[in-house]
């Protein structure tokens, strides 16, 4: 439970955690594209940028807290796995995320799910590097 002390507290934690997210998982990946082939490189950056706007608009417009909070960690897990199959592994990002679903989950059963499916999501979007049976 929040007491009313700590909600500035609580505000100056989640802007630093934005911060570091942005510094630690975003950036990160938006320079590992910059040599790569600009099929690669646009919808990589444009994942990075849909994700980077939709955590300041989940805390900033009014409406309905808890349909904003499950749309972006939903845009969250989606963003992960396409990142993930585009770069060929979205460590870093993935990395950086896991304290989102922890935030804004709701609960400690959810925190779990969520995380769980982000990383089952990066996982299942990354390519193989094992070959096929068969394949020389």
Same mark, same amino acid.
């Given at each position: 439970?929040?007491?009313?002390?700590?909600?500035?507290?609580?505000?100056?934690?989640?802007?630093?955690?934005?911060?570091?997210?942005?510094?630690?998982?975003?950036?990160?990946?938006?320079?590992?594209?910059?040599?790569?082939?600009?099929?690669?490189?646009?919808?990589?950056?444009?994942?990075?940028?849909?994700?980077?706007?939709?955590?300041?608009?989940?805390?900033?417009?009014?409406?309905?807290?808890?349909?904003?909070?499950?749309?972006?960690?939903?845009?969250?897990?989606?963003?992960?796995?396409?990142?993930?199959? $585009?770069? +060929?592994? !979205?460590?870093?990002?993935?990395?950086?995320?896991? @304290?989102?679903?922890?935030?804004? %989950? /709701? =609960?400690?059963?959810?925190?779990?799910? $969520?995380? +769980?499916? !982000?990383?089952?999501?990066?996982?299942?979007?990354? @390519?193989?590097?094992?070959?096929? %049976? /068969? =394949?020389?």
């Amino acid at each position: 439970m929040v007491q009313p002390g700590e909600r500035p507290q609580v505000r100056a934690l989640r802007r630093w955690y934005a911060a570091a997210w942005v510094l630690f998982g975003l950036i990160p990946p938006a320079l590992a594209v910059a040599d790569q082939p600009d099929s690669t490189r646009a919808p990589t950056l444009a994942l990075l940028s849909v994700l980077g706007l939709c955590y300041p608009i989940t805390e900033t417009f009014p409406g309905n807290p808890a349909l904003r909070r499950n749309t972006f960690l939903g845009t969250l897990i989606a963003g992960i796995g396409a990142v993930s199959y $585009l770069m +060929g592994g !979205a460590a870093s990002l993935l990395i950086t995320s896991l @304290p989102h679903f922890w935030i804004l %989950a /709701g =609960s400690p059963r959810r925190a779990v799910l $969520l995380s +769980g499916a !982000a990383t089952a999501a990066a996982v299942a979007a990354a @390519p193989s590097t094992t070959p096929r %049976a /068969g =394949s020389r």
